[in-house]
Structure formats: structure tokens, C-alpha cells
């Protein structure tokens, strides 16, 4: 078996196919029709087990049976299968996520949740931090010393939430980062306190409307590392010390 057979066989698991069926899917589209015997011929798939495995695979709607003698099996279009998995894994989707929104604790009264969070890997503190800009109403403040740090995604959503009235800050000693928003309307450009050094492995900072709060390092196995609270008053006093350091300083 090829390796682009083995990497499409596994794509196919994921979609929700077992590994018998996406098999046999596989081997009928090779072969444009055949009985049990041919499909076992050109797979590891015993011939007793291609009967019940073309039953599922009729069920899911992706193959289609010849009552003859012997049964003949004829996959349907590539595109048919296509939506027919698309649609079954959407079906399966809204429902599993109906579910866990039905069970989704909801906080009670006056309760104030203090959590604190850790988030590992570029790609997910990327996708946090987004999350956490977009949510602004009434200022920003972002700061980093890495210009790859600034995604297009992050860079575009600091525009958006700049022309929605949001007071929107970006802190870099570096001039890179400072001019990729020179242009950008109604984002302030600052350079850190002086009594900030250059870490080499300083991440980024996100400072939202005084109740969110991101911190991010370099390094290690994931690459990047970061603590983020929102809504609680862990954030809302880092916040307040955080800045009460820079006015001590800038005193």
C-alpha cells in the first residue's frame, strides 16, 4: 500500500469511516464496480468481512448493490460521497456541540469565576489572543518585540476594533513593529518605558478594557507559552500592577 493510499485511508477514518470501509470505498473507485471477491482481491479486507462492510457503506449512502449473481457493488460519485460525509459529519457536529451546550455550566448570581488560564503552541496563542481583542469595547493596549508575533489576523482585528471607537495602543521598542501600523487610523504607536529590557524571550503582552489580560513567553517544546485570565479580578489587578509599574517608573 502506498503511502498516499495509507495517508487517505486515514483522512477517511477521520471523516468517520472505519478503516475496512475506506478500504473498500477506495478499492471500488479502482475498480468502477465488482463483487465481494474482486474487492478482497486487490485488499487486505477478508471477503467474509466486504459483505457487512458494503452494508455500512450502502447505509451511509456511498456505495449502491446489483442483486445478482454474484452481489455486484458500485461506489457512488466522488462528488456525491464527497457531500454525503460532508453533510453526515455537520449532522454529527451540531449535534455533538448541541449537547455541550445544553450541559454548559451557567454561573449562578453574583459568583465572579477567577480562572486562570494556560495556552500552548504559536497557533492557539495566535487564535487566543485574536479572541481576546476582538472582545474589546473601550481600549487596547498590544505589545510585542517580534514582528512574526503579528498576524494578519491580529493585525487586522486591532484595525477593526481602531475604527470602532476602541482606544487601541501598540508598545514595541522595535521599529519593524512600529511601522506595520504607522498607517493604520486611529492606533497610537509607543515605544516601552525605558526601564523595560529586551528579553529575548518575551512574547507579547494584551491588555483589554481592564479585565482581560494575555502573557506570553518564548521557547520551550511549544514554542510559545501563555497565561491568560478574562473577566476576573486576577486580570484586573495585573492589569492595574502592570501599569502602576510603568507610572512608578516614568515618575
Known amino acids: 500500500m502506498s503511502s498516499d493510499e495509507t495517508a487517505a485511508i486515514d483522512a477517511f477514518e477521520q471523516l468517520g469511516l472505519t478503516s475496512y470501509e475506506a478500504k473498500v470505498f477506495i478499492a471500488l473507485h479502482r475498480l468502477s464496480a465488482g463483487t465481494a471477491r474482486d474487492i478482497a ?83 492557539r496563542v495566535d487564535d487566543r489572543t485574536v479572541d481576546i481583542l476582538s472582545q474589546a469595547e473601550h481600549r487596547i493596549v498590544f505589545g510585542t518585540r517580534l514582528p512574526e508575533l503579528i498576524t494578519p489576523s491580529i493585525e487586522r482585528t486591532l484595525a477593526e476594533r481602531a475604527a470602532a471607537g476602541v482606544s487601541v495602543f501598540v508598545v514595541s521598542g522595535r521599529d519593524a513593529v512600529r511601522e506595520q501600523f504607522a498607517a493604520v487610523d486611529g492606533v497610537t504607536i509607543e515605544r516601552p518605558p525605558a526601564h523595560r529590557t529586551d528579553d529575548q524571550r518575551s512574547g507579547r503582552i494584551v491588555l483589554v478594557d481592564d479585565d482581560s489580560v494575555l502573557l506570553s513567553v518564548r521557547g520551550g517544546e511549544d514554542g510559545e507559552t501563555a497565561i491568560w485570565s478574562s473577566g476576573s479580578l486576577f486580570a484586573s489587578v495585573l492589569i492595574q500592577l502592570i501599569e502602576a509599574s510603568d507610572e512608578i517608573h516614568a515618575e
Not at 51 to 73: C, M, T
Not at 79 to 102: I, K, M, P, W
Open 41 to 123: 482481491d486487490i485488499t487486505d479486507v477478508p471477503r467474509s468481512q466486504v459483505y457487512s462492510v458494503a452494508e455500512s457503506l450502502e447505509d451511509r449512502g456511498l456505495l449502491e448493490v446489483q442483486q445478482s449473481n454474484p452481489i455486484r457493488y458500485r461506489p457512488v460519485s466522488v462528488e456525491e460521497a464527497r457531500e454525503t460525509l460532508r453533510s453526515q459529519f455537520e449532522r454529527e457536529q451540531e449535534r455533538a456541540f448541541e449537547y455541550v451546550e445544553a450541559v454548559e455550566s451557567e454561573p449562578e448570581g453574583e459568583e465572579t469565576q477567577e480562572d486562570i488560564w494556560t495556552v500552548r503552541g504559536r497557533d
